[in-house]
């Protein structure tokens, strides 16, 4: 069973920065995909940003392109989200996801996220 615990974000002003922690258990070092996700009341969850455990292949929406960076610590047991020049359409819950998968699944995009954190709160203000 895997296992996310999130930690970071908070309040943060326009243009400031922020990081988000996943401390991830359970699982075979080298075997998950794993993504941030962020969802508004009223709108639908959007995926943020995904990477493979081993670092491989990190991915980003198109809103956050060039200010948010996923990367994991050497142990392959956490993920980062570093979020930088922030805006207020940031301000958002944010999850931690992750599935159990091979990097070919990975790449293909071929399985869907079935582990989740409990969320952390970003709220950015002008």
């Known amino acids: 069973q895997v296992r996310l615990v999130e930690s970071g974000g908070g309040s943060v002003q326009t243009g400031g920065s922020t990081r988000l922690s996943c401390a991830a258990s359970?699982?075979?070092?080298?075997?998950?995909?794993m993504a941030w996700f962020r969802q508004v009341p009223g709108k639908e969850r959007e995926k943020v940003a995904s990477?493979?455990?081993?670092?491989?292949?990190?991915i980003y929406a198109d809103p956050v392109k060039g200010r948010f960076t996923i990367a994991r610590d050497g142990a392959q047991n956490t993920v980062y989200l570093e979020m930088n020049d922030l805006k207020p359409e940031d301000t958002a819950l944010y999850y931690c996801?992750?599935?159990?998968?091979?990097?070919?699944?990975?790449?293909?995009?071929?399985?869907?996220?079935?582990?989740w954190g409990q969320g952390t709160q970003v709220t950015v203000s002008s």
């Open positions: 990477l493979y455990s081993d670092g491989r292949s990190p």
């Open positions: 359970g699982y075979t070092p080298g075997s998950l995909c």
């Open positions: 996801a992750a599935a159990l998968c091979s990097y070919s699944a990975y790449a293909r995009g071929s399985f869907e996220y079935n582990y």
